[in-house]
């Protein structure tokens, strides 16, 4: 039994225009969330949805989360970097080194996120979100591998990482030292059970992996329920879709 990723979902003050940004940006298609905000379809297996729901907190620290964006070209990359700048992107300095082969971006959100150069091995067998780079402790990503299926990719230095087996976007935390979160993590995973699983038996699944309960939501009416994996870092798993 395993959890699939169905959504990474961002806060956001404006979902929907938030969602046009990342969809002129990634070539997705947008579409209604129906229990709240706005959806970017996978373009294909085993590509997620890119999640926006409502939220009126302003963003105040650096995410612990950020996708890494790939580049087949020096061309590709510098093309990429001028379409998010026209979305309504901006460069941003999070103290990176100048000779960095990666371009550290921010969307009209404040959400930062990194364009990488080309011939990056690690992202070498990904797609266009080559990863999705977070905080966080080896324990986490064993958590995740296990919850998910995804088997372990990288492990090792206090990093880990994890890819999904049909490929696709590889997820890594980096070890320590760790961020803050503001007080409310404003990027998140959206995980669902499969179809024919029982979401009180998927919680059960997730509470004996480490995760704990933060907020048990209104029920099995289209609720869900907010949890944090080993390092208290949140995410919601819905009901079966």
Same mark, same amino acid.
């Given at each position: 039994?395993?959890? =699939?990723?169905?959504?990474?979902?961002?806060?956001?003050?404006?979902?929907?225009?938030?969602?046009?940004?990342?969809?002129?940006?990634?070539?997705?298609?947008?579409?209604?969330?129906? =229990?709240?905000?706005?959806?970017?379809?996978?373009?294909?297996?085993?590509?997620?949805?890119?999640?926006?729901?409502?939220?009126?907190?302003?963003?105040?620290?650096?995410?612990?989360? =950020?996708?890494?964006?790939?580049?087949?070209?020096?061309?590709? *990359?510098? *093309?990429?970097?001028?379409?998010?700048?026209?979305?309504?992107?901006? =460069?941003?300095?999070?103290?990176?080194?100048?000779?960095?082969?990666?371009?550290?971006?921010?969307?009209?959100?404040?959400?930062?996120?990194?364009?990488?150069?080309?011939?990056?091995?690690?992202?070498?067998?990904?797609? %266009?979100?080559?990863?999705?780079?977070?905080?966080?402790?080896?324990?986490?990503?064993?958590?995740?591998?296990?919850?998910?299926?995804?088997?372990?990719?990288?492990?090792?230095?206090?990093?880990?990482?994890?890819?999904?087996?049909?490929?696709?976007?590889?997820?890594?935390?980096?070890? %320590?030292?760790?961020?803050?979160?503001?007080?409310?993590?404003?990027?998140?995973?959206?995980?669902?059970?499969?179809?024919?699983?029982?979401?009180?038996?998927?919680?059960?699944?997730?509470?004996?992996?480490?995760?704990?309960?933060?907020?048990?939501?209104?029920?099995?009416?289209?609720?869900?329920?907010?949890?944090?994996?080993?390092?208290?870092?949140?995410?919601?798993?819905?009901?079966?879709?």
């Amino acid at each position: 039994m395993t959890a =699939h990723l169905f959504a990474i979902s961002f806060d956001a003050r404006e979902p929907l225009r938030l969602a046009q940004f990342w969809s002129g940006l990634l070539d997705r298609k947008i579409v209604d969330d129906p =229990h709240d905000g706005v959806l970017l379809l996978p373009i294909g297996d085993p590509d997620f949805r890119v999640r926006f729901v409502p939220c009126e907190q302003p963003k105040v620290v650096q995410n612990r989360m =950020h996708f890494d964006l790939t580049s087949s070209s020096l061309e590709d *990359q510098r *093309q990429s970097v001028d379409r998010a700048l026209e979305l309504g992107g901006r =460069h941003i300095d999070i103290g990176q080194d100048p000779a960095d082969d990666h371009v550290v971006l921010a969307d009209p959100e404040g959400n930062e996120f990194d364009v990488i150069g080309p011939g990056n091995r690690f992202l070498a067998d990904t797609g %266009p979100i080559g990863a999705l780079a977070c905080d966080g402790s080896p324990a986490v990503g064993y958590f995740w591998s296990a919850a998910l299926g995804w088997p372990l990719v990288w492990d090792q230095d206090e990093e880990t990482a994890i890819q999904s087996p049909r490929g696709g976007t590889k997820i890594s935390w980096g070890g %320590p030292p760790y961020m803050p979160n503001g007080g409310r993590d404003r990027v998140r995973f959206d995980v669902a059970p499969d179809a024919d699983v029982d979401r009180q038996a998927e919680l059960d699944r997730l509470l004996s992996l480490g995760a704990t309960v933060i907020d048990a939501g209104p029920g099995d009416g289209g609720g869900r329920v907010l949890m944090a994996d080993p390092d208290g870092g949140e995410f919601w798993l819905r009901t079966p879709r």
